[in-house]
């Protein structure tokens, strides 16, 4: 059996006195877009650090495509890229120049450099801008740059630290759109990322990162499970009807008592029966809304808790 | 492609340099400045200064080891700006991501303010030269004279290279000059230093500048240089070694933190 392309194991690092990561296990499959998902200062790019070798961690094991990030890490350092959260591009290069320098330093024959550059300026739109100085570059351009860097080697894992961080609505929709193009190819990546949005468009699998621990970990759609089914969101003209409604139905008054949610996961039978109460009992709401839960509950409902244990739901 | 670990450190410090030199070549007013400074220190130096310095000789003869220094100082600021700037933009570390030679990134840097510094002193000289600068020295002098230049310059891109490593910011980074560039004038770089308070006098008798400035002197007009060739040997290569160590164990330790 082939090794998984990321394989963690009792991660732990800490600096000083505090505790960065704490105990962080997880496994990536090969050709999956894994998602760490978590708060600024949850420990991401502390994770992509020591799975990249640039950092060692205190205690745990980390291995990319079966090679130890510590004790094999030049076979490591052949076969992943890093692309940090802020474009590590030489500004007063040209783009063309910037990639032939990359490439020399992967240690690729120069046919190998020139042919790939040519390749990746033109798959990212960059022909044109191949001859200019990086400095005049937009975000959106040294971005892609930046990408097509990480890409010169071929790695079988690239490791994106933030990747639509600071990007326009535009730039980060094109961003997206690589990343799956990316994973299409073959290549396993692995991404951390703020944005709840980002991990439900993108991820394969989203593990839950909170003070240093894995608190989820999952699919999108078993994430969203945990919180809870679907919902049907009822909205009244005034709260008297509000109240008369959470009373019948005893479910508890949201918002500014103009609102109740009932679970409508089950059978049409609970959802029939609730809304034929209201019928008979005159009160007719204003508005009613069929409700998935987002990655945002998710996130809620797993960080803002002060019960920390690992929940595995893969 | 299997090819040796040297090979690949000199293959990976040939590149860094190659892009070190096209940074100078890119930002000319760089260059100017740590070119253009010293020329026009030595002019006002000479043609302003100069009629009221007692040296013993012609001054422009007496003022070129000092203002080559300079210049050095100026290019070495330059290289603790940029060492500060790719080890916080993130370009340090994607290459110590990727297979390239540690000792490499911060040896590019080096090599390419040496050369920098050198084609810097060139200037200098030329220059000089066309504004009556008439140099003694025999060709055994020049092998002495590019000698201690490289070792001074190698310790002084080392020193910078701890002071990228350091600042948190190119702006600290800059003030890197500020320390180098200061040295000289308190030596004898510009005036014999007997002509300072006593006090002071100690401190640029005894600072590393004057026993550089004194062989680079003597070597190029033949004032006497006694043992201060051996002291200018001591300093600087005491600070290479040292600088290049504590480059290295500065470099090495992002790896625990």
Not at chain 1, 9 to 31: N, P, Q
Not at chain 1, 182 to 189: F, K, N, P, Q, Y
Request: with cysteine.
């Amino acid at each position: 059996m082939r090794a998984p392309a990321i394989q963690v194991r009792g991660l732990k690092k800490s600096y000083a006195h505090k505790v960065v990561l704490d105990d962080v296990s997880f496994e990536v499959e090969r050709g999956q877009i894994f998602a760490l998902l978590g708060e600024n200062g949850a420990g991401k790019t502390t994770t992509v650090r020591i799975l990249s070798t640039l950092i060692q961690a205190d205690r745990g094991t980390a291995s990319i495509d079966g090679c130890d990030v510590t004790l094999e890490s030049d076979r490591v350092r052949q076969i992943i890229s890093l692309t940090g959260q802020y474009a590590a591009v030489d500004e007063l290069l040209t783009g063309k120049e910037n990639l032939h320098l990359m490439g020399g330093l992967l240690h690729l024959d120069r046919q190998t450099v020139r042919r790939r550059a040519t390749e990746l300026l033109t798959l990212f739109d960059l022909t044109d801008a191949a001859g200019k100085i990086v400095k005049t570059y937009s975000g959106g351009m040294r971005r892609k740059l930046d990408i097509a860097i990480s890409l010169l080697g071929s790695p079988k894992v690239i490791f994106l630290d933030e990747p639509t961080t600071g990007l326009d609505p535009r730039s980060r929709a094109s961003m997206w759109e690589m990343i799956r193009q990316l994973a299409r190819e073959g290549v396993t990546i692995f991404l951390t990322t703020q944005y709840l949005e980002e991990a439900d468009q993108l991820a394969d699998k989203i593990a839950v990162l909170a003070e240093g621990r894995i608190v989820a970990e999952g699919t999108a759609e078993q994430l969203k499970a945990v919180i809870g089914e679907e919902r049907l969101e009822l909205h009244f003209h005034n709260s008297a009807d509000g109240r008369r409604a959470a009373t019948l139905l005893h479910l508890p008054m949201e918002g500014d008592g103009l609102q109740l949610s009932l679970p409508a996961g089950g059978t049409t039978d609970s959802l029939r029966s609730a809304l034929n109460m209201l019928h008979e009992h005159d009160i007719v709401p204003a508005t009613v809304n069929y409700r998935k839960p987002t990655l945002d509950d998710v996130f809620m409902a797993l960080t803002g808790n002060t019960e920390k244990e690992v929940r595995h739901y893969a | 492609m299997r090819r040796s670990a040297l090979y690949w450190t000199l293959h990976d410090s040939g590149m860094m340099t190659i892009r070190s030199i096209r940074h100078m070549l890119r930002s000319p007013e760089s260059l100017l400045l740590s070119v253009g400074l010293p020329v026009m220190l030595m002019l006002l130096f000479v043609y302003v200064f100069g009629g009221a310095i007692q040296t013993g000789g012609e001054y422009i003869n007496y003022i070129v080891p000092g203002v080559i220094v300079t210049c050095v100082g100026y290019g070495s600021s330059m290289t603790a700006m940029s060492v500060a700037l790719d080890m916080n933009g993130g370009l340090f570390d994607r290459l110590r991501s990727m297979p390239a030679r540690p000792a490499a990134l911060l040896g590019g840097h080096v090599l390419g303010t040496y050369v920098k510094s050198l084609l810097g002193t060139l200037l200098v000289f030329l220059c000089a030269i066309a504004i009556g600068f008439r140099p003694s020295a025999t060709l055994l002098d020049w092998l002495g004279i590019f000698a201690i230049l490289s070792l001074f310059l190698l310790a002084i891109s080392w020193l910078a290279v701890v002071f990228g490593l350091v600042a948190g910011s190119a702006e600290t980074a800059s003030a890197f000059s500020f320390f180098i560039m200061f040295l000289p004038y308190v030596s004898s770089a510009f005036v014999p230093t007997e002509t300072m308070p006593s006090w002071l006098h100690a401190f640029a008798a005894h600072q590393p500048m004057t026993p550089l400035i004194e062989t680079l002197r003597g070597l190029l007009i033949g004032t006497p240089i006694g043992n201060q060739a051996v002291w200018a040997v001591v300093w600087f290569g005491g600070m290479l070694l040292l600088s290049a160590t504590v480059a290295s164990i500065l470099f090495h330790r992002r790896r625990k933190v």
